[in-house]
């Protein structure tokens, strides 16, 4: 008499997952890393039993598990198609930004991750993971690491003329050089992305990210009514996405339009359809400003801060 298959001990698994949750990692990691078959199906089915893995890892915010985990993982990666153990990766390293206060983790992860990329010769995964080191660098404001990581990186991927990625890689050096206070240089930065992305189909969420920077570069040069523009077009793609970056969107065009002294739009466009989505603390705080603003209220303003 066979067993149950490997789809049934990974539905079996699942049944484990709220109320049992150690039970469930024990059968998950049983299915992903033991001595199980690895043709197509298979291969499917460890791919769902991985990202259950990982998604409880993250609830239980073990960051360190998943870190061990994508080690563990490379006897496996050495029999799936190289696209494949990329994806793979990436959807690890994702999971490990889930958990709280990992920024550290995910720092040395993606060192990790660069180092057996490149003892690998994979070539298309190491670009990815370096570029999500650049951008770590950038939020633990290390300038001078993310610079010279995205320098190489445009020397490589220019040779390679990889669209998408260039996009990425000029719209965070726009960041950066944002974050410096560079405005020459991000302005050129966002202009080559602008220019890469002009040529390719670009997904919406990268678009959105494109006019996110459009607006802050604009915001930066006092310019609120088309800072507003971009930051409106970028909360369209990020709403439509149901992506949590819609809020930041929208804590934007509402800081233009107190900027552009038209505070007294920003009660109706809050209690729109599309701003009543994204009621929160954040939102709420753009009301208080704004009524401070109205009042001229610096004692309002100052109870906000407090």
């Known amino acids: 008499m066979t067993g149950p298959t490997l789809s049934e001990r990974y539905a079996s698994a699942q049944e484990y997952e709220e109320a049992q949750p150690d039970t469930a990692i024990s059968r998950l990691r049983d299915i992903v890393l033991g001595d199980n078959p690895n043709d197509a199906e298979s291969i499917k089915t460890k791919e769902l039993a991985l990202q259950s893995l990982a998604n409880l890892y993250a609830k239980q915010g073990d960051a360190d598990a998943l870190r061990t985990l994508l080690t563990e993982l490379r006897s496996l990666f050495a029999l799936i198609p190289k696209a494949k153990t ?23 992860v993606c060192k990790e991750q660069v180092q057996w990329a490149q003892t690998e010769k994979r070539t298309f ?8 080191l650049a951008t770590l660098y950038l939020e633990t404001k290390d300038y001078t690491s993310s610079i010279s990581l995205i320098g190489k990186l445009l020397t490589e991927v220019k040779r390679l003329d990889d669209k998408l990625l260039l996009v990425d890689i000029h719209l965070l050096e726009s960041r950066v050089h944002t974050a410096l206070r560079n405005a020459p240089k991000a302005k050129a930065a966002l202009t080559a992305a602008r220019t ?7 997904p919406p969420a990268i678009q959105a990210e494109i006019d996110t920077q459009s607006g802050t570069l604009h915001a930066e040069e006092k310019d609120y009514k ?17 992506d949590r970056k819609a809020v930041l969107s929208l804590k934007y065009m509402l800081l233009c339009k107190i900027m552009l002294s038209s505070a007294e739009e920003v009660p109706g466009m809050i209690s729109s359809k599309a701003g009543l989505k994204y009621a929160g603390i954040e939102v709420d705080a753009m009301r208080t400003v704004a009524k401070a603003y109205q009042d001229r209220s610096l004692q309002q303003d100052e109870h906000l801060w407090m």
């Open 196 to 202: 890469a992305a002009n040529s390719i189909y670009i």
């Open 125 to 132: 995964l190491r670009q990815r993971i370096e570029v999500r």
């Open 86 to 108: 990329a994806k793979i990766v990436r959807t690890v390293v994702d999971t490990i930004a889930k958990v709280p206060n990992s920024t550290a983790v995910q720092l040395e």
């Open 226 to 242: 088309t800072a507003y523009s971009y930051f409106f077009e970028a909360f369209e793609q990020f709403n439509a996405l149901d």
